[in-house]
């Protein structure tokens, strides 16, 4: 037996704890690492979900736009395809008048 009790003098050092430490952090690198992961992969799932939540909306604002445009070129033609009926009846009355 050594002066020190029976314990060796790797123990007596204080490597013996150093040695410990790193393994218990060697131990749980590998779900440190999965918990980084997958928090990144979460983060890039948000992003690209955001993402296409922006590319749908804007195309569905575009598509409306389009829709509003096309209404509204609709009702500019039955508004000058009225003002012509009305052209016609007036003028037909006047002739037969």
């Given at each position: 037996?050594?002066?020190m009790g029976g314990k060796s003098a790797l123990w007596n050092?204080?490597?013996?704890?150093?040695?410990?430490?790193?393994?218990?952090?060697?131990?749980?690198?590998?779900?440190?690492?999965?918990?980084?992961?997958?928090?990144?992969?979460?983060?890039?799932?948000?992003?690209?979900?955001?993402?296409?939540?922006?590319?749908?909306?804007?195309?569905?604002?575009?598509?409306?736009?389009?829709?509003?445009?096309?209404?509204?070129?609709?009702?500019?033609?039955?508004?000058?395809?009225?003002?012509?009926?009305?052209?016609?009846?007036?003028?037909?009355?006047?002739?037969?008048?």
């Open positions: 037996m050594n002066k050092t204080g490597r013996f704890d150093n040695m410990m430490t790193r393994r218990a952090w060697l131990r749980h690198l590998p779900w440190a690492v999965l918990a980084l992961m997958l928090a990144g992969t979460g983060l890039l799932w948000q992003n690209a979900e955001r993402h296409a939540i922006q590319s749908r909306q804007a195309e569905f604002d575009l598509r409306v736009q389009a829709a509003g445009g096309r209404i509204k070129q609709r009702m500019l033609d039955y508004e000058q395809m009225l003002h012509g009926v009305r052209g016609f009846i007036t003028n037909r009355q006047e002739a037969r008048g």
